[in-house]
Each structure stands twice: as C-alpha cells, then as structure tokens.
C-alpha cells in the first residue's frame, strides 16, 4: 500500500497559527524541527505503575498521539513519524497485539475529524501486508480521506523495521536491474532512498523516544543519520504538551555541524602546537602507503 495523493473534495490546509504557536515558536529562535520523529515507549510501565493491564497503557497513549500531533500541526512541523508498531513486536501475546490493531482501527476512525481539522494527511509506512485486514481498510480509507490536505504529514510506523526498510529497497532495487530499468553501478545514496518506503518526507531533524531507554531500536536507520536525539523518562502517555515543549527546546539549543564545523569555527593565524600533531610522521609521498 502506498500512500495516496492527489486533490481531495473538502481538502484542508494547515491550521492558522495562534498566538501562542507563533510565541512559542520565536522563543526558539526560529530553530525548529520540520520533521519531528517519535519512539512511543513505556505504555506498558505506565500501566503496570497503576496496577493495570499493560494494554491500558496502549489507550491512554492513544491520547498523547492526538495531543502531540494536533499540536505539532499548530506549531508548524511538516512531517510526525510515529514508531507504533515494529516488525519485533508481533513477537508479544496475540491478546496485545490484537487490541493494538484494534486501537489503530478506532483512532483512525475517531481521528478523522481531528486529521482534517488541521489539514494532516495519514501516510502509513512499514510491510502494511502484514497488518490485519481491517486495519489496512482503515489505513486505506483515512489515506484516501486526507490525501488532499495540504498541512503536516503524519507518518504511522506500523509492522516497521529500519533493516527490512533497507533490505525492502534493495530488493526493489534489484529487480529493477533485473528488469534492465536500472544499472547497479547507479546505486548511491540518491538512487536508493527513492526505493524506500515513503521517499518524499525528507530525514528527520528530531528523534525523541519516551521512557528512558537510549537506543533507536529498528527505527528509520537509514533516515536517522544526522537527527538530533532526546530521550525523556516520562512514558509515552503521559507525554503531552509541556514534555513536546521542552523536547523542541532542547532541540533549540543543539548546534546541528553535519560533520562539519560551524561558520564561525575558523582559528586566529599563529596559534601553537601544529608542529607536534604529525611528529614522527614519515612524510607524505603520493602513492605512498
Ligand atoms: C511501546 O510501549 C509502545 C508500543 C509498542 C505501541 C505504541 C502504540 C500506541 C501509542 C497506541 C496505538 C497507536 C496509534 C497510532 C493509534 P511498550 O508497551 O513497549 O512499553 P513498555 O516498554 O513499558 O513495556
């Protein structure tokens, strides 16, 4: 399934900034993420914390995905990717991972309104054929819906991994040398990333992951390359405003080299000890080793 587009009766653009988006957003100094990405984690803790069934957790974290994504249309954002589901977690009990498939199904539905509201258009990406029919019809009526929204795009990570994405593309790839469309000595970064799976959102600037835990478990490897990270050890429902809020703060305040160094980074002339740094050194001869 990919996702759709193309013009859309009753298509909505992106929601008017109030005040308050546009304070906010000053106060970052104009330094902010188009393309926010997040790892929803600790709704089972969250639960358990309370005494309740792990799957209550998956509820209320439903609540923080409209709260975060509603905001993140207000302030501006372009694209939300959100990890909710992974090709590793169809390892956990069927109970879970049906009533996670069902809650996909009724946020889709309930969602609708909230999606159109702010001109967000649903975009789905992992092996979607994977999911259970009925919840590929949702995601394929909500696509179909808000295909002609013109504001932020929201991504659902759904039976996602960042290495079958790879692989995915590879394959694609492959086959079109095989259909002789493609030459391999065209693979490079450019040529491949048009084999991913929703190759026109551009590299997340901003990867934050609930609950604590400091890796990127599967998620977008290719795409995570030069995104900032936050990790907060609040868990995913209780994830709202205020937390949003300081996690583009401190994305605000990162200086972002891509490997370079910044502008302003060049040394005064005279400064001591280049003649230590290659001592010992053999001179340099071209085709030396
Ligand atoms: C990780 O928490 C979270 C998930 C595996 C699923 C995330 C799903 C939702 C937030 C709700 C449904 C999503 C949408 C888009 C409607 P965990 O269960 O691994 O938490 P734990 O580490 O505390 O066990």
């Given at each position: 399934m990919s996702p759709s587009s193309g013009g859309q009766a009753g298509a909505t653009g992106p929601p008017a900034p109030t005040p308050e988006a546009l304070a906010f957003r000053e106060s970052l100094g104009?330094?902010?993420?188009d393309h926010v990405a997040i790892i929803m984690d600790g709704n089972g803790r969250w639960a358990q914390e309370r005494g309740?069934?792990?799957?209550r957790g998956h509820k209320e974290g439903t609540e923080s995905v409209r709260e975060i994504t509603t905001i993140a249309a207000e302030l501006g954002c372009k694209s939300l990717t959100l990890y909710a589901f992974s090709r590793e977690n169809w390892k956990r009990p069927d109970f879970e991972v049906s009533t996670l498939m069902r809650l996909l199904r009724l946020y889709l539905r309930r969602e609708l309104r909230t999606l159109m509201d702010n001109g967000i258009r649903l975009v789905a990406i992992g092996r979607l054929s994977d999911l259970p029919e009925y919840a590929q019809r949702a995601l394929r009526e909500t696509m179909e819906k808000t295909a002609g929204n013109t504001g932020m795009v929201l991504r659902l990570a759904l039976s996602y991994g960042g290495r079958t994405e790879v692989a995915d593309a590879l394959r694609a790839f492959s086959e079109e040398v095989a259909a002789g469309r493609r030459r391999p000595d065209e693979v490079n970064e450019e040529t491949l990333r048009d084999?991913?799976?929703?190759?026109?959102t551009a590299d997340p600037d901003l990867i934050i992951r609930t609950?604590?835990?400091?890796?990127?478990?599967?998620?977008?490897l290719w795409q995570a390359s030069y995104a900032e990270f936050y990790v907060t050890e609040d868990c995913w429902p209780d994830f709202r405003r205020p937390q949003f809020e300081a996690a583009l703060r401190a994305f605000a305040a990162r200086k972002r080299k891509f490997g370079a160094l910044p502008a302003d980074a060049d040394e005064p002339a005279g400064l001591e000890g280049l003649d230590d740094v290659l001592e010992g050194a053999p001179e340099h001869s071209e085709g030396g080793s």
């Open positions: 104009g330094v902010f993420p309740w069934v792990r799957v084999y991913l799976y929703d190759p026109g609950a604590g835990e400091m890796r990127l478990s599967n998620f977008l």
